[in-house]
């Protein structure tokens, strides 16, 4: 039971191995934050869970290359709140935003207004734009967003039209110049950003295989999502599966994955073909390794391209409406799993770093709706 007028932190207690474990993180009691000119104080309903935050984190043993660097942020970060907004340190509050940036776009959880002293929130507004894992944060009103729930579920802005949504829609329009006909492979297919690509290229013509790990996500990207066949990344040979599934070879990878599956897939690119370097969640714990240097395509936005949704800020609005659109129109299936409790944030983050879920992209409920 949550002492009244406490608020409850997770910070990071001490470097961990490549999936971090409930005991390197320390849950600590802290004063109730009191919001500050333009502030306003919002009590956390939903974190957002990210295998992109894991490099962010310290490492107790040899620190895998994922070019973990200034690079890899945004092109101009000396506006954030934070003086190194790529890492986060030993004591340090655990964040959900990958950036803290002061972008309303930049958030990590949602909640609800219970003080306000900003002009454009009121007590009981609903709002995006918190960082933490915590029960109660003080944020920037203008780098945060009202939420119309009558619009969207409060935790769309963190699912349907959240930051993993924004990113593969970034990635899909912007980079992978996709036409009818061609042929498309998508590696974690069943998660947060795949499942949407999955869906954008279909509605678009294409034949469309996934890569997932387990025979039930891949029935979800089959059934659900609409993919024409998923390749379980735990059975078989990839690459033998490729050839059946795409004799002719294929146009574009989009990759959220990198390590060992990226090869096979990379080397059966036809002439023109396209690999779109999004994440590299296989290789963020050191546990596996691509043959092509992944982390510094990403982060030097490198043509075979990769790219950084942080680049396209100033797009996020019109992704929301497409996407909206599209959500209530009934044309775009996106699954979440919740976690119950603030306690449950480390082992949300294990198993969104595991492929141990069943798919979709993963919060934790801190508080219901009030």
Same mark, same amino acid.
């Given at each position: 039971?949550?002492?009244?007028?406490?608020?409850?932190? &997770?910070?990071?207690?001490?470097?961990?191995?490549?999936?971090?474990?409930?005991?390197?993180?320390?849950?600590?009691?802290?004063? *109730?934050?009191?919001?500050?000119?333009?502030?306003?104080?919002?009590?956390?309903?939903?974190?957002?869970?990210?295998?992109?935050?894991?490099?962010?984190?310290?490492? /107790?043993?040899?620190?895998?290359?994922?070019?973990?660097?200034?690079?890899?942020?945004?092109?101009?970060?000396?506006?954030?709140?934070?003086?190194?907004?790529?890492?986060?340190?030993?004591?340090?509050?655990?964040?959900?935003? +990958?950036?803290?940036?002061?972008?309303?776009?930049?958030?990590?959880?949602?909640?609800?207004?219970?003080?306000?002293?900003?002009?454009?929130?009121?007590?009981?507004?609903?709002?995006?734009?918190?960082?933490? &894992?915590?029960?109660?944060?003080?944020?920037?009103?203008? #780098?945060?967003?009202?939420?119309?729930?009558?619009?969207?579920?409060?935790?769309?802005? $963190?699912? +349907?039209?959240?930051?993993?949504?924004?990113?593969? &829609?970034?990635?899909?329009?912007?980079?992978?110049? /996709?036409?009818?006909?061609?042929?498309?492979?998508?590696?974690?297919?069943?998660?947060?950003?795949? *499942?949407?690509?999955?869906?954008?290229?279909?509605?678009?013509? $294409?034949?469309?295989?996934?890569?997932?790990?387990?025979?039930?996500?891949?029935?979800?990207?089959?059934?659900?999502?609409?993919?024409?066949?998923?390749?379980?990344?735990?059975?078989?040979?990839?690459?033998?599966?490729?050839?059946?599934? #795409?004799?002719?070879?294929?146009? +574009?990878?989009?990759?959220?994955?990198?390590?060992?599956?990226?090869?096979?897939?990379?080397?059966?690119?036809?002439?023109?073909?396209?690999?779109?370097?999004?994440?590299?969640?296989?290789?963020?714990?050191?546990?596996?390794?691509?043959?092509?240097?992944?982390?510094?395509? $990403?982060?030097?936005?490198?043509?075979?391209?990769?790219?950084?949704?942080?680049?396209?800020?100033?797009?996020?609005?019109?992704?929301?409406?497409? +996407?909206?659109?599209? &959500?209530?129109?009934?044309?775009?299936?996106?699954?979440?799993?919740?976690?119950?409790?603030?306690?449950? /944030?480390? /082992?949300?983050?294990?198993?969104?770093?595991?492929?141990?879920?069943?798919?979709?992209?993963?919060?934790?409920?801190?508080?219901?709706?009030?």
């Amino acid at each position: 039971m949550q002492e009244e007028g406490v608020n409850r932190c &997770w910070r990071v207690a001490s470097p961990m191995g490549p999936i971090p474990q409930p005991e390197n993180f320390a849950l600590v009691a802290l004063p *109730m934050p009191e919001p500050g000119p333009g502030q306003v104080l919002m009590r956390t309903h939903y974190i957002s869970i990210a295998p992109g935050v894991r490099p962010l984190l310290p490492y /107790a043993g040899a620190e895998p290359d994922v070019a973990n660097d200034g690079s890899a942020g945004r092109a101009d970060a000396s506006a954030d709140a934070l003086p190194d907004p790529t890492r986060i340190k030993l004591g340090e509050r655990m964040r959900a935003g +990958i950036v803290p940036s002061m972008s309303p776009f930049a958030g990590g959880t949602v909640g609800q207004v219970i003080a306000s002293r900003h002009p454009g929130f009121a007590v009981g507004d609903y709002i995006f734009g918190g960082r933490y &894992w915590q029960d109660y944060e003080v944020v920037d009103g203008d #780098a945060s967003l009202r939420l119309d729930l009558t619009d969207l579920p409060i935790e769309a802005d $963190l699912t +349907i039209v959240g930051r993993s949504a924004f990113t593969g &829609w970034v990635g899909y329009r912007h980079y992978c110049t /996709a036409r009818a006909g061609e042929v498309m492979v998508v590696s974690a297919a069943a998660g947060a950003v795949g *499942m949407l690509v999955v869906q954008m290229a279909k509605a678009d013509g $294409l034949t469309v295989i996934g890569i997932a790990s387990g025979a039930d996500k891949c029935r979800f990207v089959t059934g659900e999502l609409g993919a024409d066949a998923c390749i379980d990344r735990t059975q078989g040979d990839i690459g033998e599966a490729l050839d059946r599934l #795409a004799p002719a070879g294929i146009d +574009i990878y989009f990759d959220n994955a990198g390590g060992a599956i990226q090869q096979p897939v990379f080397s059966r690119l036809k002439p023109f073909g396209r690999l779109i370097v999004c994440g590299m969640a296989a290789e963020y714990g050191g546990m596996e390794h691509s043959t092509l240097p992944t982390g510094l395509i $990403l982060s030097k936005r490198l043509r075979i391209q990769g790219f950084v949704v942080l680049d396209h800020e100033d797009e996020y609005p019109a992704f929301r409406a497409d +996407i909206a659109q599209r &959500w209530r129109a009934g044309q775009l299936v996106y699954r979440q799993e919740i976690y119950e409790g603030l306690e449950q /944030a480390p /082992a949300a983050l294990a198993a969104c770093l595991t492929g141990q879920s069943p798919g979709g992209k993963i919060l934790v409920r801190v508080h219901g709706p009030a």
